[in-house]
């Protein structure tokens, strides 16, 4: 069976996007099979994998509403061995739908059980809140990703998420582990990057992935052309971090590149 994993943090702007889509596009090059779900309204890793938000008829918001099956969600996109669950600006409103339904925290888990055996990994975008969709999200998932960013607020909000993941762990969720936290937009010319490395490591120690991604001006390109830094530019030093943050995932779950 696959192995799913969210990739949360309620803060916007810490690369969470980027790392769904660039760790999707980094395993697929590495021979793994890979769904990335879009579980966020602004469809940015959507768009980001080539495929087209105006034309998405169904997607993570069918899927969430139990109206399909998930197979029937899924697209392929431009990176290879990488499928996609698109998203759309309709997935804003299922928080207010699934608010009166049972089981509305594990509507996602239960969507997407039939399918969890095609793939080595199911990567879940996270919207950038600790609302239904976050912890749909999180029930669902093995384990879970918490990119943060290298400046002054990264840690503000941290022990919120935390709070949220071991509640998830005691109501819904037992099994559900912290894969580990991604340190994002670290700059080395910068103080304040290398003391925010300095804090998390000491405060999270083995939490802490050793691979940081660096600030990169084609990481931050690669979103507006719908293609994944792999495929935008595979000699950019975004491009080496992130094939470097799945290798060291791999190791992690024991499995060979």
């Not at 192995?3 to 760790?23: E, F």
């Not at 699934?98 to 594990?106: G, H, T």
């Not at 990264?154 to 919120?160: Q, S, V, W, Y």
């Amino acid at each position: 069976m696959g192995k799913t994993i969210a990739i949360a943090n309620q803060k916007g702007g810490v690369g969470k996007t980027t790392t769904t889509v660039n760790l999707a596009a980094s395993l697929g090059v590495l021979e793994k099979k890979v769904l990335l779900i879009d579980a966020d309204p602004q469809a940015n890793a959507t768009s980001g994998l080539g495929v087209d938000v105006e034309e998405v008829t169904l997607g993570s918001y069918q899927l969430l509403e139990h109206t399909c099956p998930a197979q029937q969600t899924i697209v392929p996109t431009n990176s290879p061995n990488v499928d996609l669950i698109p998203a759309h600006i309709d997935l804003v409103a299922i928080e207010i739908e699934l608010v009166d339904k049972d089981n509305r925290e594990s509507m996602l888990k239960a969507a997407i059980a039939d399918i969890r055996d095609q793939y080595d990994y199911i990567l879940i975008d996270c919207a950038p809140s600790l609302g239904l969709l976050t912890l749909n999200a999180l029930t669902a998932a093995d384990s879970v990703i918490i990119p943060i960013q290298c400046e002054y607020f990264a840690l503000e909000g941290l022990g919120k998420l935390l709070n949220t993941i071991k509640s998830v762990q005691r109501i819904h969720n037992p099994d559900l582990d912290i894969e580990g936290m991604l340190l994002t937009m670290y700059d080395s010319r910068l103080r304040l990057s290398n003391q925010v490395v300095e804090e998390v490591r000491k405060h999270f120690a083995d939490m802490v992935f050793e691979t940081i991604i660096q600030r990169n001006v084609r990481l931050s390109e690669a979103p507006s052309y719908g293609e994944s830094i792999i495929k935008y530019d595979a000699s950019s030093k975004g491009a080496a971090n992130y094939l470097n943050m799945a290798n060291e995932l791999l190791q992690k779950n024991k499995q060979t590149v």
